[in-house]
């Protein structure tokens, strides 16, 4: 079993629609868990962090994680063509400086 | 956000020989950075922590002694790809953490796809 694992798409959502994107873990011990963005031939770029279970919200994009589910995921709101991409999940052990990412999921959005 | 610069952006070279990456953290220290390596269309993997002023930590099935990793200073990381082969033509990535921060977000360099032929 992956440690973190995401359907790899390709996920294609309306412009304005809601797109959501889901990632599971194995590791009951994560504690941090966020969300990059990253657009072909370029590095990974921040989106989003969580810690706590519930949701937390950052202009068009919410995050949701349930940790008794082991399940965390991202919301994106009025989808933009320029949403189109590929978006890791990654997670991490408390107290543990590494961060295992998901294999991603791309994202397309349909003008 | 931090900021992160890897150079260089891309490297064609022959089989053979070696190539160094630098990863520098701009505007804050990185007592540890870490390296990643992406094939297309996979996820990143990691391949290495780099520690400042101590040896790397490598993850099981890196070669140490193919990929030679420095950290001698705060802001600056270095990889050395050993006699390249093909099978190394990858992108590689750099990353570091903010001790400034108690957020725990990574922050990536631009990345180095390298080419060997």
């Known amino acids: 079993q992956k440690e973190v694992e995401q359907n790899s798409g390709p996920l294609s959502v309306p412009e304005g629609a809601i797109a959501s994107l889901n990632c599971t873990y194995s590791?009951?011990?994560?504690?941090?868990f966020f969300w990059y963005r990253q657009y072909s031939g370029k590095s990974p770029e921040l989106i989003m962090f969580i810690y706590s279970n519930g949701d937390k919200e950052d202009g068009r994009f919410t995050a949701q994680l349930n940790k008794a589910s082991q399940y965390v995921s991202l919301l994106i709101r009025d989808s933009q063509p320029s949403d189109s991409a590929t978006y890791l999940c990654?997670?991490?052990?408390?107290?543990?400086?590494?961060?295992?990412f998901g294999t991603g999921t791309r994202l397309t959005i349909i003008p | 956000g931090a900021v992160v610069s890897q150079h260089p952006s891309w490297v064609i070279c022959k089989s053979g020989t070696s190539v160094k990456i630098e990863c520098r953290s701009l505007d804050f220290q990185a007592t540890t950075m870490f390296w990643y390596r992406q094939f297309p269309k996979q996820s990143l993997m990691l391949m290495a922590t780099s520690n400042e002023g101590s040896k790397a930590t490598y993850e099981q099935g890196v070669e140490k002694d193919k990929f030679l990793i420095n950290h001698a200073s705060l802001t600056l990381s270095t990889l050395t790809v050993t006699s390249a082969h093909p099978e190394d033509s990858s992108f590689y990535i750099c990353?570091?953490?903010?001790?400034?921060?108690?957020?725990?977000?990574?922050?990536f360099g631009e990345g180095s796809r390298l080419t060997v032929l």
């Open positions: 590791d009951r011990g994560s504690q941090s």
């Open positions: 990654a997670v991490s052990l408390f107290g543990n400086e590494k961060l295992t």
């Open positions: 990353s570091a953490r903010d001790g400034g921060r108690a957020t725990g977000e990574l922050f």
